[in-house]
């Protein structure tokens, strides 16, 4: 298992960073998020007060340091749109690429984000694409934010415009757009908890 590389797709809130990081932990193997770099990428930027719509990210993205990945207040909803942005950046994406590579190159890993089967390593041992019901994705996103505190009808509407509106900006992107990868096994996970789409990926695994 230890240059075994598994490439974990899919939509804002389906699952794919939960799953990545219980297969990492039940394969011993390395874990990186990649939604986390371009997340760490827009918050220097908006500590610079640069404007992802308007100004490159790609200085901040080559400048990246570890301790940035590790900020409390990159899974929030201003960095949840500005990253969004960032990510449609050629030059951000081209910077931050063969630092994605290099980390699963000498040991493997599994790696999570939305262009880690068809462009980070589209000859992965096994590639998951992993979604659900924009829903079900609203619920999750508020569950991840907010615990259990109550959610409106409204809040929920909304919730759901938001991740519907992320899904076609990062489906129609010119540069890496999402999409499943050729050969990637589809997981839906509306139905499933946790451990049990743990338990399908890990059958999909074993059975490679």
Do not use: W
């Amino acid at each position: 298992m230890t240059r075994l590389i598994i490439a974990v797709d899919g939509p804002a809130a389906a699952g794919k960073g939960t799953l990545a990081k219980a297969l990492a932990a039940s394969l011993n193997l390395p874990y990186l998020d990649t939604g986390l770099l371009y997340r760490a990428v827009a918050r220097q930027m908006l500590l610079k007060n640069l404007d992802p719509v308007t100004e490159s990210g790609e200085e901040a993205a080559r400048n990246l340091q570890p301790q940035d990945l590790l900020r409390q207040d990159l899974r929030v909803p201003e960095i949840d749109r500005a990253a969004s942005t960032v990510a449609t950046q050629p030059l951000v994406r081209t910077a931050l690429l063969q630092r994605q590579r290099d980390f699963a190159a000498a040991t493997g890993g599994v790696v999570d984000g939305r262009d880690i089967g068809t462009v980070v390593f589209p000859q992965a041992d096994v590639k998951l694409f992993v979604t659900a019901s924009a829903r079900t994705r609203a619920l999750r996103r508020h569950c991840q934010l907010h615990g259990d505190a109550t959610l409106s009808d409204v809040a929920l509407q909304r919730l759901i415009e938001e991740i519907e509106a992320r899904d076609q900006k990062d489906a129609s992107r010119a540069v890496s757009p999402l999409r499943r990868a050729e050969g990637a096994i589809l997981l839906e996970t509306d139905d499933l908890d946790a451990g049990a789409v743990l338990q399908k990926a890990l059958s999909i695994v074993r059975n490679r």
